[in-house]
């Protein structure tokens, strides 16, 4: 098991009682350098320039030449942007809407309540408002609630809000619906690597052995959005990340080349990213693409990430049958325990950890 310090550097202080407190001026240990904060930085300011929207239902359909028009888009998006949105994905829109709804109804709980679930650096499951242990450290702005999900042993439901009533079979009902997707995908991504449809799924352990954890992240308003990040820029080191955004807010920004593209979510879809391991397992065919956060001065946000990870011990490298002469191995074998240990300790910074790896350019 990782060895991380079991308690945070400074008390913990909930960005979303900050917010409600009523400051017309952020704190000094919310405000990122100027070189990092939004206004500072080009985004693309273009209502046409999104990230691929991608139709799920032909996969279920008898038209071979529509399965492998879906298939070839969802390769193209895995190989330019790292990033897509999926539609008609079998997921229920009802569940989606709930499993939102849900969560907001955590976060107006009393802050009593929600800090029953308070976690720490150990594991960081439950009710959380920082990433990394460095006392001093810029922070995001905003609280998230981490949980486990997959393997099933791996599973805590006490640790998991009692409040809403619903929240826990909400919970369990979520993550069957997810995770069936992400399985999905996963057959897709790797049959557009030119590998079996379940090596990928294989090399993360096998259905009983993948990894699954769900953040949800609660980004409260704030009186001066141009000075922060909701998350600052950062790649995400695990294998697949399947987001259920915030239909009514924006806050999503996606690398492109040296700008950022605001993803405009589509009416009940997902957004699908790739992780750092996805990344080193394609031989970076595949790419993780860094990404961030804005936040909104008039209104908040509820998002929910549910994480896809290899098994936590197992050594990841790049796929053999993708390794060639003219295209050697870019990443030594390493285990994802290994692997987070960085991010867990550091807190996010962009794509210094995988980009490191490298072994060749």
């Known amino acids: 098991m990782m060895k991380c310090l079991q308690s945070w550097p400074e008390p913990i202080v909930r960005v ?18 100027p070189c990092k904060r939004p206004s ?15 139709d799920l239902q032909a996969l279920a359909g008898d038209d071979q030449g529509l399965r492998e028009t879906t298939l070839q888009l969802v390769s193209s998006a895995c190989r330019e942007w790292g990033f897509f949105q999926v539609v008609n ?3 229920s829109h009802e569940l989606m809407n709930r499993a939102r709804e849900t969560w907001r109804e955590f976060f107006e709980q009393p802050l009593e309540v929600k800090q029953e679930y308070s976690n720490n650096p150990s594991t960081y499951e439950g009710y959380g408002s ?5 006392k001093g450290a810029i922070l995001d702005w905003s609280d998230y609630y981490f949980l486990h999900y997959m393997p099933p042993e791996l599973r805590k439901p006490t640790k998991w809000p009692a409040l809403p009533s619903s929240c826990r079979n909400l919970i369990e009902e979520y993550g069957e619906e997810a995770t069936r997707l992400c399985g999905r995908l996963m057959k897709m991504l790797s049959l557009n690597l030119g590998l079996g449809e379940d090596y990928l799924l294989n090399a993360f352990g096998g259905e009983e052995n993948v990894g699954a954890c769900l953040r949800v992240n609660f980004y409260p308003k704030c009186p001066q959005p141009d ?3 909701g998350i600052s820029a950062h790649s995400d080191p695990g294998g697949m990340t399947l987001l259920l955004p915030d239909e009514d807010v924006a806050g999503l920004q996606v690398r492109k080349g040296d700008r950022w593209v605001t993803v405009k979510p589509v009416p009940n879809a997902f957004i699908v990213n790739m992780g750092d391991q996805m990344q080193v397992l394609s031989n970076a065919i595949y790419k993780s693409i860094e990404h961030r956060v804005i936040v909104n001065s008039v209104k908040d946000r509820v998002s929910l990430a549910m994480f896809y990870n290899p098994k936590s011990d197992l050594l990841i490298e790049p796929a053999k049958a993708l390794v060639t002469n003219d295209r050697p191995a870019l990443y030594p074998a ?12 550091k807190g996010l910074w962009g794509k210094a950890q995988v980009e490191s790896l490298k072994t060749h350019e």
């Open 89 to 91: 994905h079998g997921v």
């Open 16 to 33: 979303q009682s900050l917010a409600e407190s009523g400051i017309k001026t952020i704190p000094e240990l919310y405000i990122k350098p």
């Open 227 to 229: 000075l922060t990040l």
């Open 40 to 54: 500072n930085d080009l985004v693309l300011d273009d209502a046409t320039v999104n990230i691929p929207v991608i």
């Open 130 to 134: 920082r990433l990394g242990v460095e």
């Open 334 to 345: 390493m285990t994802f325990d290994e692997y987070r240990l960085y991010i867990r300790t």
